[in-house]
Nanobody, 121 residues
Framework: VQLVDSGGGLVQAGGSLRLSCVAS????????IAWFRQAPGKEREFVAA????????RYADSVKTRFTISRDNSKNTASLQMNSLKPEDTAVYYC???????????????WGQGTQVTVSS
């Protein structure tokens, strides 16, 4: 399974970004997809996850009202729409795939290479 995430960049506080994750080498709709993030000096933390067919999504409390995770199984892609960004959202964002859903990063089997999101104040 290969995951390629993209869409990061530099944005001012209050702005928006949309991250994308493209999968190959896999039956995409057999995997749950998640986004994690890791800021310098901090552990990788759960951001959001979506089930195989998009019927259920879960969010970290810190992003619940601002971020939206989605997927398009016909295109083997997942996205994370991030609105009302804050400086504390600055991190490298990673998409991940697994057969389960958990907020524990080590239990996700496959990972993208990461995309940097920087929010300036």
């Amino acid at each position: 399974v290969q995951l390629v995430d993209s869409g990061g960049g530099l944005v001012q506080a209050g702005g928006s970004l949309r991250l994308s994750c493209v999968a190959s080498g896999v039956y995409f709709n057999t995997y749950n997809i998640a986004w994690f993030r890791q800021a310098p000096g901090k552990e990788r933390e759960f951001v959001a996850a979506i089930t195989h067919f998009g019927g259920d999504a879960r969010y970290a409390d810190s992003v619940k009202t601002r971020f939206t995770i989605s997927r398009d199984n016909s295109k083997n892609t997942a996205s994370l729409q991030m609105n009302s960004l804050k400086p504390e959202d600055t991190a490298v964002y990673y998409c991940a795939a697994a057969s389960l859903i958990t907020t524990t990063a080590t239990r996700w089997a496959y990972w993208g290479q990461g995309t940097q999101v920087t929010v300036s104040s």
